[in-house]
């Protein structure tokens, strides 16, 4: 712990469990299967990972989003994005797609391959009443977009979101400025290694662990993080986190929560049931795709 500033315990801990969305992909959910797993502002974090195209190749088809943004970060694989306002974009290894639905949108994310690896994380971040019927926004982030910074101790951080602060380094994510202030980092330790990143006490925070595991914390309150689990993070100053023995590679997520109510209906995401009664009506009479034209 550095002087004056206090070290984020791990307070909870979500173990992912085995789940299908879309028109039948397999997954794992950590956040968001139900209510009580959630961390304001985020709302649902799925890691999808398979040789197996029968667990993918069915995909998305076309459904509808409103109220909140949703982040897919494709590490292994080739995904194709169209949606209803004649965005289209490919989605390949390394690449971000960071979609802002507001209103309403309705779009398809289809797997372009019929064999190989398709390996990544869809992560939904709530937004502000005040933005939640605001026009529809889309971004692909190509790979080269995206900070790789290498760690003094080995392993490195790629930072989509937010700004690192390591090692007397800023390098700031190509997403700034948004309501909820988030941090995304996918950081890659060796076995022992280490990462320290300050995060203040005005947001939430969470680690993914999706190889290896991680220790979390400083010395006499280290928990370790296992593989395919989300920890969320206590009050603090200040992230460190180290690798175990067979390395670890982990998500850092950071947001600043609304306090906001949250009621949600499938893909749609509101403050009251009055507002998701709406958006159900918007979607089946065609409103909710006229409003973000």
Do not use: C
């Not at 039948?24 to 797993?37: A, C, D, E, F, W």
């Not at 194709?80 to 398809?108: F, P, T, Y």
């Not at 914390?217 to 370790?224: C, K, L, Q, S, Y």
Request: aromatic residues 6%.
């Amino acid at each position: 712990m550095s002087s004056g500033r206090t070290t984020r315990a791990l307070q909870r801990v979500i173990e992912s469990m085995a789940a299908s969305d879309g028109a039948g992909v397999k997954l794992r959910r950590s956040l968001g299967q139900s209510p009580y797993t959630r961390l304001d502002p985020f709302l649902m974090l799925d890691e999808f990972s398979s040789f197996d195209a029968n667990d993918y190749i069915a995909g998305f088809p076309a459904h509808p989003h409103r109220g909140f943004e949703t982040v897919t970060y494709l590490i292994d694989g080739h995904m194709l994005h169209e949606d209803h306002l004649g965005n289209r974009g490919d989605l390949k290894s390394g690449a971000v797609q960071w979609m802002s639905a507001g209103r309403g949108i309705i779009h398809s994310e289809m797997p372009q391959q019929e064999q190989g690896r398709m390996r990544g994380f869809q992560l939904w971040i709530n937004l502000p009443a005040r933005e939640k019927m605001k026009p529809a926004g889309y971004r692909d982030i190509d790979p080269a977009e995206i900070p790789v910074v290498a760690l003094s101790g080995g392993g490195s951080a790629k930072v989509i979101a937010g700004t690192l602060e390591s090692e007397g380094r800023s390098v700031a994510g190509p997403i700034q400025g948004l309501a909820t202030d988030p941090l995304y980092v996918d950081v890659e330790l060796p076995a022992g290694a280490a990462f320290t990143q300050p995060v203040g006490g005005e947001r939430n925070a969470f680690i993914y662990v999706f190889e290896g595991a991680a220790n979390i914390g400083d010395a006499p309150a280290v928990r370790t993080l296992a593989t395919h689990s989300a920890g969320v993070l206590a009050p603090g100053d200040l992230v460190e986190v180290s690798a175990g023995a067979e390395g670890a590679r982990f998500l850092l997520l950071a947001g600043r929560p609304l306090g906001e109510p949250v009621v949600q209906h499938g893909p749609f995401v509101m403050n009251t049931r009055e507002e998701i009664e709406q958006a159900i009506r918007d979607y089946q009479s065609g409103e909710l795709t006229r409003a973000g034209d």
